[in-house]
C-alpha cells in the first residue's frame, strides 16, 4: 500500500529530528567531557604545586600523608626511579623510572599523562614536578572516563528522547498539514492553476499543467472542428449521391439524362472515396504520432529517386491540366518510411497542379543542403494570400473553396503533408505571391 504525501514527509521530518537529536547530543557529550577532562588536569596541576611548595619544606617525607585525605594519590620518586613514598600503599614498589610523567618532570621539571586504571570505566591523570633535591613529586587522581561518566544520566537522557520523539512527531503532523495544504487547495482549483501556486517550487509544475490543459482544449477543439468538417464534407457527396439515385429510381430522369447522372454519381462517389482514403489515412498519422515515430519502419530512402517516381506517376494529371511538371533532383538519403515520403511528395504535387493556371508549371527539386535533404516544390499558379498561409495546412481549410471542390480536392492534402513531416523530424518552409505562385520546402534533418 503506498503512503500519502503527508506520511512521507512527517515520517522523514521525524527521522530528521531524531539524527539531528542524536548528533547534537553526541556532540554535547564530547565537548562535556573534553571541559572536564580540562578541568581535571588543572585541578590537578594546581594541587600537585601547592603539594610540592609543601613538600620543599619538610623535612620528612611521610608527613606528604597529610594531603590528599585518600582522594589523591600521591608519590614520591628519587632520580633513578624508587619510590621514596606512596601514601595509598605500604607494600614495596616497582622502578617508576618508566613512567612517563616521571621521565618527562626528570627532564623538563613538570610532567603529566593519562592511563587506564584497573578499575573499568575510571581514568587516572597523572601530574609530575621535580624538586629542588631532584627527587621527583607526583600527584593523581581517579576519575570517570566519557562512556561511564553519563552512566546516571542515561535515565533521564532516554526520558528526554522519548519526549522529544513525540514532540517531534506532533511537530511533524502540524507541519506537514501545513505543508500540503495549499497544495490540495491548488489540485483543487485546476482551472485557475497558475493562480493558486502556493510554493515557487510547483510553478514549473503548474505551467505544465497548465499547457497540458490548453493543449486539451485545443486538441478537444481540433477534434469538433474535424467531426463538424467531416460530417459536412461527407454529406454534400452523398446528397448529390442519394437526388441522382432517388431521380433515376423514381423515373422521373429522361432516358437521356441517365448517363449524365451515373457519370454525376460515379464522380461524386469518387471524391467521396477519396476523402474517405485521405481521412484514413490522417488518422493513421494521428496515430503514428502519438505512438512516436519508432513505431514506423524506418530504413534509408533515397529522396530523388522517390521524387522521380512521384513525377511521373503524375505526368498524365499535369498534361490533363495542361501543365509541365519537371523534377530535378540529385542522391539524397534520408531516413524514413518509402511510402509516406511518396504520399508527402504526391500531395505537394498535386496541390501544385490544382491550384495553377492552363500553361504554367510545376518544378519539383530535391538537393542536398550541408548534409540536410531539401524538397521543394515550386509552382507558378494563383499563389496564397498572405492571411491565409498560416492555416493552410489546418484540416479542411480551403483558400479558395470553390475552386478545390471543382478539381476534387479534399482539404487534408497539406495536412498530411504536415503529419508526415512531423513523424520525420523535417520542418516545412512556406513562400507565396497571391497571382505569381507557391513554393513550398520541406528539409529533412541532417544524416549521420
Known amino acids: 500500500m503506498k503512503k500519502s504525501m503527508s506520511e512521507k514527509i512527517a515520517v522523514r521530518l521525524v527521522a530528521v529530528g531524531l539524527v539531528a537529536m542524536a548528533l547534537t547530543t553526541l556532540l554535547c557529550m564530547v565537548m562535556f567531557h573534553s571541559v572536564f577532562e580540562k578541568q581535571v588536569v588543572r585541578d590537578l596541576q ?110 533521564a537522557v532516554l526520558v528526554s528522547c522519548v519526549l522529544i520523539l513525540l514532540l517531534s512527531v506532533l511537530l511533524a503532523f502540524f507541519l506537514t498539514r501545513q505543508l500540503v495544504r495549499p497544495i490540495v487547495t491548488m489540485a483543487n482549483n485546476l482551472d485557475d492553476v497558475e493562480k493558486n501556486v502556493p510554493y515557487k517550487e510547483l510553478e514549473p509544475f503548474a505551467k505544465a499543467i497548465a499547457l497540458d490543459q490548453k493543449n486539451r482544449q485545443n486538441g478537444e477543439k481540433i477534434r469538433r472542428d474535424f467531426t463538424a468538417n467531416v460530417s459536412h464534407e461527407l454529406k454534400t457527396p452523398l446528397t448529390s449521391i442519394s437526388g441522382y439515385a432517388e431521380l433515376i429510381e423514381t423515373g422521373m430522369a429522361k432516358p437521356e439524362d441517365i448517363a449524365g447522372f451515373a457519370a454525376r454519381i460515379r464522380k461524386e462517389a469518387g471524391r467521396l472515396m477519396a476523402l474517405v482514403g485521405d481521412i484514413i489515412q490522417l488518422s493513421e498519422l494521428d496515430d503514428a504520432s502519438e505512438e512516436g515515430a519508432g513505431k514506423l519502419t524506418m530504413e534509408p530512402v533515397d529522396l530523388a529517386a522517390v521524387v522521380n517516381e512521384c513525377v511521373q506517376d503524375l505526368q498524365p494529371a499535369a498534361r490533363k491540366a495542361y501543365l509541365v511538371l519537371s523534377a530535378q533532383t540529385e542522391p539524397v538519403m534520408v531516413e524514413g518510411s518509402r511510402g509516406l515520403l511518396m504520399e508527402l511528395c504526391q500531395n505537394l504535387c498535386d496541390n501544385a497542379i490544382r491550384y495553377n493556371r492552363p500553361g504554367g508549371k510545376v518544378e519539383v527539386t530535391v538537393r542536398n543542403v550541408a548534409g540536410a535533404a531539401e524538397l521543394c516544390v515550386k509552382d507558378n499558379g ?18 479558395d473553396k470553390s475552386r478545390s471542390k471543382a478539381t476534387g480536392g479534399t482539404g487534408l492534402g497539406l495536412a498530411i503533408v504536415k503529419h508526415i513531416a512531423i513523424l520525420h523530424n523535417a520542418k516545412i518552409e512556406l513562400e507565396s505571391e497571391a497571382g505569381k505562385g507557391t513554393s513550398i520546402q520541406v528539409i529533412f534533418p541532417e544524416q549521420n
Open 46 to 155: 594546581l594541587t600537585a604545586k601547592d603539594i610540592a611548595l609543601a613538600c620543599e619544606r619538610m623535612e620528612d617525607s611521610e608527613d606528604l600523608g597529610s594531603f590528599g585525605g585518600g582522594e589523591l594519590r600521591i608519590t614520591l620518586i628519587a632520580p633513578d626511579g624508587t619510590v621514596l613514598f606512596e601514601n595509598q600503599s605500604s607494600a614495596p614498589m616497582e622502578n617508576h623510572l618508566d613512567r612517563t610523567e616521571v621521565r618527562q618532570a626528570l627532564e623538563s621539571g613538570e610532567g603529566s599523562d593519562q592511563r587506564m586504571s584497573e578499575t573499568l570505566g575510571y581514568d587516572t591523570y597523572y601530574y609530575a614536578i621535580r624538586l629542588s633535591n631532584g627527587n621527583v613529586l607526583r600527584v593523581a587522581t581517579e576519575a570517570k572516563n566519557f562512556f561511564s561518566i553519563y552512566d546516571d544520566a542515561v535515565p
Open 382 to 399: 494563383i499563389g496564397i494570400a498572405p492571411e491565409h498561409q498560416q492555416r493552410v495546412f489546418e484540416r479542411f481549410y480551403r483558400v
